[in-house]
């Protein structure tokens, strides 16, 4: 009886177990399931990944596009180094086969700020027959019109060309080519004439033969100035009153010099040879010759170098045929700078020779 009541205690226990587990194999089974799933499914999504990634990648490459590209599935991240390539970008980007979505990433855009500018700054200057272009003009075509204008009117061996362009200045309505008119209207008799346009605001200077020549030259500007100014500040026949000459002087371009030398470059010594001319024109002139530097270098130095470029320009006056006793010269260094500052824009205005008309 003992042996039969452990008989039946056993099978009971037994059959509790079944009747408390009775998923125990479903759940062993779906575990391997997973398992299998994830083994087959990792591997393939991240092969569909690289395989997008590498796709996008090649397409925005072939349309000049450099881009670091990644996706989670089908859904790419695209980052790009500017703002004006993000739209292309991302066209490109879900136009490849199984690319779902695309986010495409860029820097914010940074606004340039609008290109400094300058208005237009040119002199011609006309003695003897001669003419002597300088200054600056917008376009390559605007300095040819002129240069042609002068070459007509004096014949190209008798022309100096030494126009610069630079885009930064503003065309003004001002007819550059007209005022090629107004040399050959001054003509080959005229005397250290300079025919100088700023900021539309024509300016003649210099000695006319005849109250003839004064006027055509003063209608022509008139007719290539269309809305600015023109000042005719000409004398016929005679001597220029001393702020006449100074205006003159002031009138002719920088007299520029090799770097961090007193010997001049050739435009230098064009300058110097129509400062020679106004001061011919004016035999009772006396004029002072003043040397500026910039802030560069030490204040030794640039002491030096003024006083070095200034005499130098005396000399040039002289071997030009101008009496010593009439000219003299300094140099003040850095020490009167025109305008405040150090930068390129500056320095150019400081670095300069002066000619100063003695009262």
């Known amino acids: 009886m003992a042996g039969a009541t452990r008989t039946t205690s056993s099978s009971a226990a037994r059959w509790e177990v079944r009747r408390r587990h009775p998923l125990i194999p479903i759940g062993a089974a779906v575990v391997g399931l997973a398992a299998l799933v994830f083994a087959f499914e990792v591997p393939h999504r991240h092969a569909v990944e690289d395989s997008l990634a590498g796709r996008t990648k090649a397409a925005l490459t072939g349309a000049g596009i450099d881009a670091e590209v990644r996706f989670a599935g089908r859904d790419g991240t695209v980052k790009v180094g500017s703002a004006d390539e993000k739209d292309k970008a991302r066209e490109i980007a879900l136009g490849v086969e199984g690319v779902r979505v695309v986010d495409v990433q860029a820097p914010p855009k940074v606004e340039q700020p609008p290109a400094a500018t300058e208005p237009l700054a040119v002199k011609l200057l006309v003695d003897s027959g001669k003419v002597t272009l300088t200054g600056t003009v917008p376009a390559e075509d605007a300095r040819g019109k002129l240069a042609e204008a002068a070459k007509q009117a004096f014949g190209a061996e008798n022309v100096q060309d030494e126009l610069t362009v630079d885009a930064k200045r503003v065309a003004d309505d001002t007819d550059l080519a007209g005022l090629g008119a107004v040399v050959a209207a001054l003509g080959k008799d005229t005397k250290a004439g300079v025919v100088d346009l700023t900021d539309h605001v024509v300016t003649l200077t210099g000695t006319v033969p005849s109250q ?21 500040e000409l004398v016929v026949g005679q ?58 270098g030490t204040a030794e130095h640039n002491q030096t170098l003024s006083e070095a470029r200034a005499k130098t320009v005396l000399d040039t006056l002289v071997s030009l045929g101008i009496a010593p006793d009439r000219l003299t010269s300094r140099g003040f260094g850095e020490s009167r700078p025109k305008v405040q500052g150090s930068d390129d824009a500056a320095n150019a205005v400081n670095r300069r020779v002066e000619f100063i008309v003695q009262r």
């Not at 003839?212 to 100035?225: H, L, M, R, Y």
């Not at 050739?266 to 400062?275: I, T």
């Open 239 to 296: 001597a220029a009153a001393p702020e006449q000459v100074q205006t003159q002087l002031v009138a002719l371009p920088t007299v520029e010099f090799e770097n961090n030398s007193a010997t001049l470059t050739p435009q230098g010594r064009a300058v110097v040879e129509n400062a020679a001319s106004i001061l011919k024109a004016n035999p009772n002139i006396k004029v002072s010759i003043e040397g500026h530097t910039d802030l560069r």
């Open 212 to 232: 003839e020549v004064k006027d055509k030259a003063e209608a022509a500007a008139k007719a290539a100035v269309k809305s600015g100014t023109v000042r005719d």
